[in-house]
C-alpha cells in the first residue's frame, strides 16, 4: 500500500506570502492520480486539484500543483486570509490514501 | 448539480449500530463508484473502501471488515453505510464521495458518537 508523508505539520505564513506544500509518496505514482484538499474546520474537504496538477472547478488559480513520481507540492501564490487552513494530499489508484495534513497558519 | 445529501448526527451506546445514508442528486446514480471515508475528531482522514454503483459490489479497506457494511438502494440514489457492534473508537465523522475519474463530490460528513 502506498503511504503519503506530508512535512511540516504546521506551517505559519503572514498574508500575502507564497506557501509550498510538499506531499512525498512510498512509492512512484505512475499514473500522478494525486490530489490536494482544503479543510476547514466543521467543513468537509474541499477538492483544489487533482491528477497533480489540474485545477477543480471554481478554484482560485492562486492554487497550483506540481510534481511527480514520489514528490508533490502544492503551491499558495500569494495567501489570502480564507486559505488558513489544512490540506490534506490524497492518492486515488485502485485505493486511496491521505497524507496526515499540514495546517498553515497566520504567523 | 451534483450533490451528495448525508443523513444527521447520531449518538449511540456501545455495541449497538448505526446505519448512515448519503443520497445523491445532480447525476445518474449508478454511473458512478462512491466511497466512504472517516474523520475522528481531529485526526487525519481514512479510506474505508467503496461501492460499485451499478453492481453493489463493495471493497473494504484493511481495517473496515466485518463491523462495516456499504449497501445501496438504487431506487432513491442513496448509499448506506452500516456499522456494527460500535466501539467508542468509532466516534467519528464519516463522509461518502462520489468518484469520477477523480474523487470530485463530498457529502457534508455525518458524525457518529458512541458513548455510554
Known amino acids: 500500500e502506498i503511504a503519503l508523508t506530508q512535512s511540516p505539520g504546521t506551517l505559519s505564513f503572514s498574508p500575502g506570502e507564497r506557501a509550498t506544500l510538499s506531499c512525498r509518496t512510498s512509492?512512484?505514482?505512475?499514473?500522478?492520480?494525486l490530489a490536494w484538499y482544503q479543510q476547514k474546520p466543521g467543513q468537509a474537504p474541499r477538492l483544489l486539484i487533482y491528477?497533480?496538477?489540474s485545477r477543480a472547478t471554481g478554484i482560485p488559480d492562486r492554487f497550483s500543483g506540481s510534481g511527480s513520481g514520489t514528490d508533490f507540492t502544492l503551491t499558495i501564490s500569494s495567501l489570502e486570509p480564507e486559505d488558513f487552513a489544512v490540506y490534506f494530499c490524497q492518492h486515488y489508484g485502485t485505493s486511496w490514501a491521505f497524507g496526515q495534513g499540514t495546517k498553515v497558519e497566520i504567523k | 448539480q451534483v450533490q451528495l445529501v448525508q443523513s444527521g448526527s447520531e449518538l449511540k451506546k456501545p455495541g449497538a449500530s448505526v446505519k448512515v445514508s448519503c443520497q445523491a442528486s445532480?447525476?445518474?446514480?449508478?454511473?458512478?463508484?462512491i466511497n466512504w471515508v472517516r474523520q475522528a475528531p481531529g485526526q487525519g482522514l481514512e479510506w474505508m473502501g467503496w461501492?460499485?454503483?451499478?453492481?453493489?459490489?463493495?471493497t473494504y479497506a484493511q481495517g473496515f471488515t466485518g463491523r462495516f457494511v456499504f449497501s445501496l438502494d438504487t431506487s432513491i440514489s442513496t448509499a448506506y453505510l452500516h456499522i456494527s457492534s460500535l466501539k467508542p473508537e468509532d466516534t467519528a465523522m464519516y463522509y461518502c464521495?462520489?468518484?469520477?475519474?477523480?474523487?470530485?463530490?463530498w457529502g457534508q460528513g455525518a458524525l457518529v458518537t458512541v458513548s455510554s
Open positions: 491528477d497533480a496538477s
Open positions: 461501492i460499485h454503483t451499478n453492481t453493489g459490489n463493495p
Open positions: 512509492q512512484k505514482l505512475n499514473s500522478n492520480k
Open positions: 464521495v462520489r468518484f469520477d475519474l477523480k474523487p470530485d463530490s
Open positions: 445532480g447525476y445518474t446514480f449508478t454511473k458512478y463508484s
